[in-house]
């Protein structure tokens, strides 16, 4: 009979790195810590750095399981939007989902594609998977239904702000600001006689765009050449607009364009009509869709509106309510001027 092998000597185990471990390393409080690695917002950047460089180096991993056990949460959120074919709403959902990623949260993401009936189908499967927020990003920045104040989970509006702005959280592109900030830019290069082509009027975007661009002017003891010219969004109506502007105010020095395509449509009128850009007419747009902008002859000067950097705060917001810290209204977004070859000083 062959003898039992002997048992090998008890070993003791490596403890598991804890929070507590990153937190004296990092040397911040075991909260701070977690806030750090949660992606909460009121932990400032260079102790998020410093906390996270910890973590990686004893090698931490969240026990994602045990804390949501212990806060009642599954670590799960919901993403609903009307458009996910749409340029506007992918980048808003990306930055939301690198926050998302940051604070450790699985994503459910859904298409409702503009139908109300498929929407409350969605909101209902997601709360059935127990959810623990959820954000809604709209296709455009018109004020849409509320999904109620009934709802078992916090809720955030992005892009399209909610109508009821006494209960829910909405973070929106600021569109005014936006007009305000293109027409400043114009007359930073020195032009003065601007006319505004832009798309349909049914669109707040459009009229709060328009608006801003004629206070702009205002303030500046001006006026646009002409009022707003309302159409649709294709270059074929910035080629037409683009060639009435011309016959009726030869001398103008400046477009400024509701989107990209409408604006690569004046540009081709332009160049049709024997007008250099920038040299004799700036030319700029909305959206800063690269597809058109990069391949505008020449690159086209347009304004972009954060769409990742609104879809980033709105996670943190999300994350902020689950916590308990809710607030209410609509916070608006800066743009930011991309400045491409169709516009440049005079002189």
């Known amino acids: 009979m062959t003898p039992p092998r002997p048992r090998e000597p008890n070993r003791t185990r490596a403890r598991a790195t804890t929070l507590t471990d990153v937190a004296r390393l ?44 212990l806060a009642g949460r599954t670590g799960t959120v919901g993403l609903l939007t009307s458009d996910l074919d749409g340029r506007f709403s992918i980048p808003i959902l990306m930055g ?6 940051a604070g450790r949260a699985a994503v459910f993401l859904c298409d409702a594609r503009g139908d109300a009936i498929r929407e409350q189908h969605h909101v209902q499967a997601l709360l059935e998977r127990r959810v623990d927020g959820l954000i ?19 809720v955030v509006y992005a892009y399209a ?15 005014v600001g936006a007009g305000q900030m293109a027409v400043g830019h114009l007359l930073s290069c020195g032009r003065s006689r601007i006319a505004h082509i832009t798309g349909e009027p049914g669109y707040l975007a459009a009229r709060e765009r328009a608006d801003g661009a004629v206070e702009a002017m205002e303030q500046a003891g001006l006026r646009l050449l002409e009022e707003p010219l309302y159409g649709n969004w294709s270059e ?17 020095d400046a477009l400024l364009c509701g989107n990209d395509q409408i604006a690569r449509g004046a540009l081709d009128t332009l160049r049709e009509r024997g ?5 004799e007419v700036a030319v700029m747009g909305f959206d800063n869709w690269h597809t058109v902008t990069d391949g505008a ?23 902020e309510a689950i916590d308990g810290l809710t607030r209410c209204g609509v916070e608006l977004q800066p743009g930011r001027v991309v400045i491409r070859g169709s516009t440049a000083a005079l002189g």
């Open 26 to 69: 990092a040397g911040v409080s075991v909260a701070t810590a977690s806030k750090a690695l949660n992606g909460r917002t009121q932990v400032r950047a260079e102790t998020r750095a410093r906390v996270q460089e910890a973590a990686e180096q004893l090698s931490f991993r969240h026990n994602s399981l045990a804390r949501s056990l």
């Open 96 to 101: 939301a989902e690198d926050a998302f990623g």
């Open 136 to 154: 809604v990003v709209g296709s455009r920045t018109d004020p849409r239904p509320s999904l109620g104040r009934e709802l078992p989970v916090p």
């Open 161 to 175: 702000p909610s109508a009821d702005t006494q209960e829910d959280l909405s973070i929106v592109p600021d569109s």
């Open 236 to 252: 074929g109506w910035g080629r037409a607009a683009a060639t009435m502007l011309l016959d009726r105010h030869p001398d103008l």
């Open 275 to 279: 007008r250099s850009v920038p040299q």
């Open 297 to 319: 002859r020449p690159p086209l000067t347009s304004v972009d509106h954060n769409l990742q950097e609104i879809g980033r705060l709105a996670a943190q917001a999300l994350f």
